[in-house]
């Protein structure tokens, strides 16, 4: 079996101890389980959930929710794809190596800190919207196993002393969100490309820090959400095909 260097970094099967020792961890943690339990809870029993976007297997909700006047409305999606593991699809959304590659939102892109193989720190600025100011966002990242076949990337916004909030041109936006996967393939077959299944949950919840128009912003999300979650898709599905599965 040849190892590439894709495969290497792999999100690990356990948490690594050196994330244990950090002082975020605790916080990581907590966090981390909240969003996996809530990402896999449905979104029928809950009231206030609003379709958006539906296209084949994806579907997105939100529920209208202001927070002193600013538009943080909950986004929640679901989706399917075939032919990649839920391992696979996090270590591309978790590692900064491909972001460029499928995220638009972007503008720049640094690495605050680096935890552990399983976690960061990750500064980013974004496209501006007009006519509001743009947008920076610090947040740490964590990429974690599951029972039954889940993988799940948390990031949620955290403080560092070297990347202070609105000292420049940005305004500092808040982020909480969680990629959580799960892989299914037919009873008593060996998982492949050809019968995998990953079903994914996608939460997300940005307060916008500061003044926004509303109305801007949620035809922008409306926008946006669909078009990142069919280009990540897509882009793991391109990454992956000539590549072993990777469970
Ligand atoms: O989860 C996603 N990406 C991850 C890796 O980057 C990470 C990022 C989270 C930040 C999400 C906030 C994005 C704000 C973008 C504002 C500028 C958009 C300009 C686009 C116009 C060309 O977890 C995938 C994230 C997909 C983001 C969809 C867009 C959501 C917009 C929410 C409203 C932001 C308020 C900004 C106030 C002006």
């Known amino acids: 079996v040849v190892i590439t260097r894709d495969q290497v970094d792999l999100p690990p099967p356990a948490i690594d101890s050196r994330l244990t020792l950090h002082p975020l961890w605790p916080e990581i943690d907590r966090i981390s389980t909240e969003q996996i339990t809530a990402a896999f809870e449905e979104v029928g029993g809950e009231i206030g959930w609003q379709l958006f976007a539906e296209e084949g297997d994806m579907k997105m909700y939100r529920r209208e929710m202001e927070v002193d006047g600013m538009v943080t409305d909950p986004l929640k999606a679901m989706h399917k794809v075939r032919g990649v593991s839920a391992r696979e699809m996090c270590h ?60 799940a990337v948390t990031n949620h916004s955290t403080t560092n002393d070297d990347f202070p909030a609105n000292t420049g041109a940005c305004i500092r936006l808040f982020v909480t969100v969680c990629l959580a996967c799960r892989s299914t393939c037919p009873a008593g077959q060996r998982p492949t490309r050809d019968n995998i299944t990953t079903s ?48």
């Open 200 to 247: 994914i949950a996608y939460c997300s919840t940005v307060n916008p820090g500061g003044w926004a128009p509303a109305g801007v912003l949620r035809a922008v999300y409306k926008r946006e959400y669909p078009k990142f979650l069919k280009r990540f898709t897509q882009y793991v599905v391109e990454q992956c095909r000539d590549k072993p599965l990777a469970m």
């Open 92 to 151: 591309y959304f978790f590692n900064p190596r491909y972001r460029y590659e499928w995220e638009t939102t972007l503008e720049t892109m640094r690495i605050a800190e680096e935890i552990s193989c399983d976690a960061l720190v990750c500064h980013q600025t974004f496209k501006r919207i007009w006519p509001a100011s743009q947008r920076d966002a610090l947040f740490w990242s964590h990429v974690r196993a599951a029972p039954a076949h889940t993988y």
